[in-house]
């Protein structure tokens, strides 16, 4: 049974930084790739980053780059967004994704199968 659970997030003021963390069991990271999606109230889900199967390559929405690190420890089975600069737009409900498709890379929604619950981003002023 593949689980994925989401987890540090919270309130920050506007230029704070936060760390999420979405650990995985019942599938092996290192095997596909992994993202980030976030959804705003009243809006679309959104893809936020991802990370390439072996974690050799990164890509991230522009919305975020340059401010958001993606990163994998597959000893732990674990993905992280680490999240700087922090602006209010960023305030959403932030999701971990994972291929069921092993060794492919994608950026939509429809790409990915197994969702974790999400967390919750607030960015105050």
């Known amino acids: 049974q593949v689980q994925l659970v989401e987890s540090g997030g919270g309130l920050v003021q506007a230029g704070g930084s936060l760390r999420l963390s979405c650990a995985a069991s019942g599938l092996t990271f290192s095997e596909r790739s992994t993202a980030w999606f976030r959804q705003a109230p009243g809006k679309e889900r959104e893809f936020v980053g991802v990370i390439a199967y072996r974690g050799e390559s990164t890509i991230y929405a522009d919305s975020v780059k340059g401010r958001f690190t993606i990163s994998r420890d597959t000893a732990k089975n674990t993905m992280y967004l680490q999240m700087n600069s922090l602006k209010l737009e960023d305030t959403a409900v932030y999701y971990c994704?994972?291929?069921?498709?092993?060794?492919?890379?994608?950026?939509?929604?429809?790409?990915?199968?197994?969702w974790g619950q999400g967390t919750q981003v607030t960015v105050s002023s």
């Open positions: 994704a994972a291929e069921a498709t092993l060794y492919t890379i994608g950026v939509r929604e429809d790409d990915y199968d197994y």
